[in-house]
Nanobody, 118 residues
Framework: VQLQASGGGLVQAGGFLRLSCAAS????????MGWLRQAPGKEREFVAQ???????NYADSVKGRFAISRDNAKNTVYLQMNSLKPEDTALYYC?????????????WGQGTLVTVSS
Protein backbone atom coordinates (compact mmCIF):
# COMPACT_ATOMS: atom_id res chain seq x y z
CA VAL A 1 0.00 0.00 0.00
CA GLN A 2 1.12 3.55 -0.67
CA LEU A 3 -0.31 6.69 0.88
CA GLN A 4 0.56 10.00 -0.76
CA ALA A 5 -0.42 13.10 1.21
CA SER A 6 -0.58 16.56 -0.34
CA GLY A 7 -2.04 20.00 0.24
CA GLY A 8 0.18 21.33 2.99
CA GLY A 9 1.60 24.82 2.97
CA LEU A 10 2.00 28.10 4.78
CA VAL A 11 -1.15 29.83 6.04
CA GLN A 12 -1.95 32.61 8.48
CA ALA A 13 -3.73 31.91 11.73
CA GLY A 14 -7.47 31.76 11.15
CA GLY A 15 -7.00 30.46 7.63
CA PHE A 16 -7.76 27.10 6.12
CA LEU A 17 -6.18 24.27 4.16
CA ARG A 18 -7.43 21.03 2.68
CA LEU A 19 -5.19 18.01 2.78
CA SER A 20 -5.64 15.08 0.43
CA CYS A 21 -4.31 11.55 0.60
CA ALA A 22 -4.29 9.26 -2.42
CA ALA A 23 -4.08 5.58 -1.57
CA SER A 24 -3.08 2.69 -3.75
CA UNK A 25 -4.67 -0.73 -3.51
CA UNK A 26 -8.06 -2.26 -4.23
CA UNK A 27 -9.21 -2.61 -0.63
CA UNK A 28 -9.15 1.06 0.34
CA UNK A 29 -12.87 1.20 1.03
CA UNK A 30 -12.66 -1.50 3.69
CA UNK A 31 -10.12 0.32 5.87
CA UNK A 32 -10.43 2.96 8.52
CA MET A 33 -8.33 5.88 7.32
CA GLY A 34 -7.08 8.91 9.17
CA TRP A 35 -4.49 11.52 9.90
CA LEU A 36 -1.68 11.80 12.39
CA ARG A 37 0.59 14.79 12.94
CA GLN A 38 3.94 15.54 14.49
CA ALA A 39 4.90 19.01 15.58
CA PRO A 40 8.56 20.01 15.93
CA GLY A 41 10.03 18.52 19.08
CA LYS A 42 6.85 16.64 19.95
CA GLU A 43 5.54 13.12 19.68
CA ARG A 44 3.34 12.08 16.79
CA GLU A 45 -0.35 12.35 17.70
CA PHE A 46 -3.76 11.30 16.46
CA VAL A 47 -5.80 13.91 14.59
CA ALA A 48 -8.82 12.25 13.02
CA GLN A 49 -10.16 9.04 11.55
CA UNK A 50 -13.02 7.89 9.35
CA UNK A 51 -14.29 4.32 9.17
CA UNK A 52 -15.34 2.46 6.03
CA UNK A 53 -18.95 3.40 6.84
CA UNK A 54 -18.20 7.09 7.36
CA UNK A 55 -18.12 7.32 11.16
CA UNK A 56 -15.61 9.87 12.36
CA ASN A 57 -13.51 10.59 15.44
CA TYR A 58 -11.39 13.62 16.23
CA ALA A 59 -8.78 14.69 18.72
CA ASP A 60 -10.21 17.20 21.18
CA SER A 61 -7.73 19.80 19.98
CA VAL A 62 -9.21 19.86 16.45
CA LYS A 63 -12.87 19.03 17.13
CA GLY A 64 -15.14 21.61 15.56
CA ARG A 65 -12.39 22.98 13.30
CA PHE A 66 -11.28 19.99 11.22
CA ALA A 67 -13.42 17.66 9.11
CA ILE A 68 -12.33 14.33 7.66
CA SER A 69 -14.02 12.78 4.65
CA ARG A 70 -13.36 10.10 2.06
CA ASP A 71 -14.16 9.27 -1.54
CA ASN A 72 -13.88 5.52 -1.96
CA ALA A 73 -14.31 5.75 -5.73
CA LYS A 74 -11.14 7.84 -5.87
CA ASN A 75 -9.26 6.00 -3.10
CA THR A 76 -8.81 9.36 -1.42
CA VAL A 77 -9.23 10.72 2.09
CA TYR A 78 -9.40 14.43 2.89
CA LEU A 79 -8.82 16.65 5.89
CA GLN A 80 -10.46 20.07 5.78
CA MET A 81 -8.74 22.28 8.32
CA ASN A 82 -10.45 25.55 9.28
CA SER A 83 -9.65 28.22 11.86
CA LEU A 84 -6.04 27.13 11.89
CA LYS A 85 -3.87 27.99 14.87
CA PRO A 86 -0.09 28.23 15.17
CA GLU A 87 -0.19 25.10 17.33
CA ASP A 88 -1.54 23.19 14.34
CA THR A 89 1.87 23.55 12.71
CA ALA A 90 3.13 20.02 12.08
CA LEU A 91 3.97 17.36 9.57
CA TYR A 92 0.66 15.68 8.75
CA TYR A 93 0.63 11.99 7.88
CA CYS A 94 -2.09 10.04 6.15
CA UNK A 95 -2.58 6.75 7.98
CA UNK A 96 -4.35 3.43 7.68
CA UNK A 97 -6.08 2.16 10.81
CA UNK A 98 -4.88 4.95 13.12
CA UNK A 99 -5.35 4.26 16.82
CA UNK A 100 -7.45 6.90 18.53
CA UNK A 101 -5.56 8.86 21.15
CA UNK A 102 -2.14 7.66 20.06
CA UNK A 103 0.36 8.46 17.35
CA UNK A 104 0.27 4.93 16.07
CA UNK A 105 -1.29 3.34 13.01
CA UNK A 106 -1.09 0.20 10.95
CA UNK A 107 0.70 2.17 8.23
CA TRP A 108 1.40 5.76 7.33
CA GLY A 109 2.96 7.49 4.37
CA GLN A 110 5.21 10.47 3.91
CA GLY A 111 3.84 13.60 5.45
CA THR A 112 2.85 16.98 4.16
CA LEU A 113 3.99 20.05 6.08
CA VAL A 114 1.49 22.54 7.45
CA THR A 115 2.83 25.80 8.84
CA VAL A 116 0.51 28.30 10.52
CA SER A 117 1.91 31.75 11.15
CA SER A 118 0.64 34.01 13.91
Amino acid sequence: VQLQASGGGLVQAGGFLRLSCAASGRTFSSYTMGWLRQAPGKEREFVAQITWSGSTNYADSVKGRFAISRDNAKNTVYLQMNSLKPEDTALYYCARNPIIGTGQANYWGQGTLVTVSS
